[in-house]
């Protein structure tokens, strides 16, 4: 398992671009299972995830081809209909082809995707959406089957105990769009993603208004047809990017940066003292040029994070980290997934004063960190121990650096390329469990991996 070695203490410059989004990437791909025709997808990111949603397309019998940054999917063989356990549980969000293939096959037999690093995730809302539309559903063998003849337009509430779900939005609304009759959303997820996926459907021939709002209506029709797509700019790794300029009390222009989908965001960045400010003229919120630079002395603040427009759970980690380096105490609430703190004792071996409650956590501002040999067992929970190594006294080692590889698109060069000293530390350069930072000589050697 690759390790990333970090020089802390480099101030961030330079310019960079924001990639295609990985959550809107992964329901628009499973939705080119909802026609035969070809799907064309541009500016989708280079990350194992992606890479695993298109194996498990190619297994549902569709052509997938990638060059460069345009993948293109064709639907050859509808006979197949299993999201085998092997994939599911590599990647949570295979569960995105549930609908399309249930929509389109009359059944689909997806691997019941477990709990993860951060605590339980269940499905019931994709099932009782998929339930309210007519589909007959059975769980036999850890597997989910679900069947139906056609789809039937309802009315469905997917309001659950923490919010609405974005992937249960995404799978009921690309059900929908196949069904007989009209479907309405009640409490749908307004998540950024979900409009992007409405998008991609209405270019395909779906009738779906709405998106983007806690109500969607579907208008069911006989077939979708091919369509061309430009995936929206990555939300999460454009706010990842502004935090550690923040951390670095750098000079970061940033292109690409959906700043209307980051309102919470930078709203919160810059009470801290990190300023977010639009440099170009584009007319598109969405997707334009910031530059993000910081104020000597950092300030604490208190967030809760919510389903959006709120603050995103998905940065919540990576703020934390911003704001150890603060002067005074901040409050984190976590409201998405109240267990999602795996960062907490990770950062805390870096010097970071960290108090738990429950779903809240006081961080009293330090000084600085140090850094340390750290690991996680999620994306964002590893990003944020990046960021913090980026800005710790000393060498930080991110050891299990596939949790990145899923999320962020060689996150280390990107890093290099604004003045990080960041370095990969490849499987081969580990012995042992203990990843070799430096040339592999007797005395000279280890940085553990504790
Ligand atoms: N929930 C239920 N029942 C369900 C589904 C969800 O109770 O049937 C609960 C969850 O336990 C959670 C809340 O509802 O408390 C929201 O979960 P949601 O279903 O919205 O999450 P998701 O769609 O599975 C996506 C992102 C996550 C992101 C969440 C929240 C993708 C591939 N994943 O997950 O991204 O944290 O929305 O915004 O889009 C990440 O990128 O690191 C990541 C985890």
């Given at each position: 398992m690759?390790?990333f070695s970090i020089h802390?203490g480099k101030?961030l410059t330079g ?6 989004s ?6 628009l791909?499973a ?7 070809t ?5 989708v990111?280079?990350?194992s995830?992606?890479e ?25 063989d509808?006979?197949k209909?299993?999201?085998r356990?092997?994939?599911v ?7 995105c082809?549930?609908?399309?293939l ?16 951060f ?5 019931d809302?994709?099932l009782?959406?998929?339930?309210a539309?007519g ?5 036999d063998g850890g ?8 789809l039937?337009g309802?009315?469905i ?11 249960g939005?995404?799978?009921?609304m690309s059900?929908?769009t ?7 959303i009640?409490s749908?997820?307004c998540?950024?993603e979900i ?7 209405n ?14 209506t579907?208008d ?5 047809g ?7 700019p990555?939300?999460?790794?454009a706010?990842?990017?502004a ?6 009390n750098?000079d970061?222009t940033i292109?690409?940066?959906p700043l209307?989908?980051l309102?919470?965001v930078t709203?919160?960045?810059s009470t ?17 040029t910031?530059?993000v630079?910081?104020?000597r ?5 208190m967030f809760?994070t919510?389903?959006f427009?709120g ?12 704001l150890?380096?603060?002067r005074?105490n901040s409050?984190?609430t ?6 999602r703190?795996m960062?907490v004792p ?10 738990r409650q429950?779903a809240t956590?006081?961080v ?6 140090v850094?340390a040999?750290?690991?996680?067992s ?6 944020s ?6 800005a710790a006294e000393g060498e930080?080692?991110v ?5 990145l590889?899923?999320g962020?698109?060689s ?11 960041i370095?990969?530390?490849?499987d081969?350069a ?12 007797p005395k ?7």
């Amino acid at each position: 398992m690759d390790a990333f070695s970090i020089h802390g203490g480099k101030r961030l410059t330079g310019s960079i671009s924001v990639d295609g989004s990985k959550n809107a990437s992964l329901p628009l791909l499973a939705a080119s299972l909802l026609t035969n025709e070809t799907v064309t997808f541009d500016c989708v990111p280079e990350l194992s995830d992606i890479e695993n949603m298109g194996k498990l397309l190619a297994e549902l019998g569709c052509d997938v081809s990638r060059d460069d940054k345009t993948v293109t999917v064709t639907t050859v063989d509808e006979s197949k209909s299993h999201a085998r356990y092997d994939i599911v549980r590599t990647m949570r969000a295979s569960v995105c082809v549930l609908g399309p293939l249930l929509a389109r096959r009359g059944e689909v037999r997806v691997s019941m995707p477990g709990g993860c690093a951060f605590g339980d995730r269940p499905i019931d809302l994709h099932l009782r959406g998929l339930e309210a539309l007519g589909a007959k559903i059975e769980l036999d063998g850890g597997n989910i089957i679900a069947k139906a003849d056609r789809l039937r337009g309802a009315t469905i509430f997917l309001g659950g105990p923490f919010g609405s779900t974005v992937l249960g939005t995404a799978n009921i609304m690309s059900a929908a769009t196949l069904a007989e009759g009209r479907t309405i959303i009640e409490s749908a997820a307004c998540e950024p993603e979900i409009t992007d996926l409405a998008i991609l459907l209405n270019a395909m021939g779906a009738k779906i208004s709405g998106a983007g709002t806690p109500r969607i209506t579907i208008d069911g029709v006989e077939e979708l047809g091919s369509a061309k797509h430009t995936v929206m700019p990555d939300r999460i790794v454009a706010g990842t990017w502004a935090i550690a300029a923040g951390m670095t009390n750098g000079d970061v222009t940033i292109e690409r940066f959906p700043l209307d989908h980051l309102l919470a965001v930078t709203d919160v960045l810059s009470t801290v003292g990190v300023h977010v400010q639009q440099t170009d003229s584009s007319q598109d919120p969405r997707s334009c040029t910031v530059q993000v630079i910081s104020d000597r002395h950092l300030k604490p603040v208190m967030f809760t994070t919510q389903p959006f427009p709120g603050f995103p759970t998905d940065l919540q980690a990576q703020t934390m980290a911003l704001l150890c380096l603060s002067r005074g105490n901040s409050i984190i609430t976590e409201k998405i997934y109240p267990e999602r703190f795996m960062h907490v004792p990770e950062l805390s071996r870096m010097g970071a004063k960290l108090v738990r409650q429950g779903a809240t956590v006081i961080v009293q501002g330090v000084d600085h960190l140090v850094g340390a040999p750290v690991m996680a067992s999620d994306l964002r929970a590893s990003a944020s121990l990046v960021l913090a190594g980026l800005a710790a006294e000393g060498e930080t080692t991110v050891s299990r650096v596939y949790h990145l590889d899923r999320g962020y698109a060689s996150m280390e060069k990107t890093l290099a390329s604004l003045g990080a000293d960041i370095t990969r530390i490849t499987d081969d350069a580990i012995v042992d469990g203990l990843p070799i930072v430096e040339t592999v000589t007797p005395k000279k050697l280890i940085q553990t991996n504790s």
